[in-house]
């Protein structure tokens, strides 16, 4: 499976961004996706993940709240909302996909088969 991800932008503080995961080469609705943020300097890190069935979602603590994943299968595409964005967000952000993950593995970027290449998602102060 090939995925695309886009959607990231400069935002002021507060401000919002729907970043899109668009999944081609194989059905997507079988896959558990995960979102990951790399910022300067520091490792990837888990951001949020939804699971094939949509009945299991996790985020990391930082940004619960303020950011929803959701996917819609009929268009093979994941979406990661963010609200209330804030600079530490500031990070490249990877979308990643893998068929067979297990709840206790959602936020383990090992998991994950299938990265998309990322997008830029800057906010300023």
């Known amino acids: 499976v090939q995925l695309q991800a886009s959607g990231g932008g400069l935002v002021q503080t507060g401000g919002s961004l729907r970043l899109s995961c668009a999944a081609s080469?194989?059905?997507?609705?079988?896959?558990?996706v995960g979102w990951f943020r790399q910022a300067p300097g520091k490792e990837r890190e888990f951001v949020a993940s939804?699971?094939?069935?949509?009945?299991?979602?996790a985020y990391t603590e930082s940004v619960k709240g303020r950011f929803t994943i959701s996917r819609d299968n009929l268009e093979n595409t994941v979406y990661l909302q963010m609200n209330s964005l804030k600079p530490e967000d500031t990070a490249v952000y990877y979308c990643?996909?893998?068929?067979?993950?297990?709840?206790?593995?959602?936020?383990?970027?090992?998991?994950?088969?299938?990265w998309g290449q990322g997008t830029q998602v800057t906010v300023s102060s």
């Open positions: 080469g194989s059905t997507f609705r079988s896959y558990t």
């Open positions: 990643a996909a893998s068929q067979r993950i297990i709840i206790t593995s959602m936020k383990n970027p090992t998991a994950y088969r299938y």
């Open positions: 939804i699971r094939w069935n949509d009945r299991a979602k």
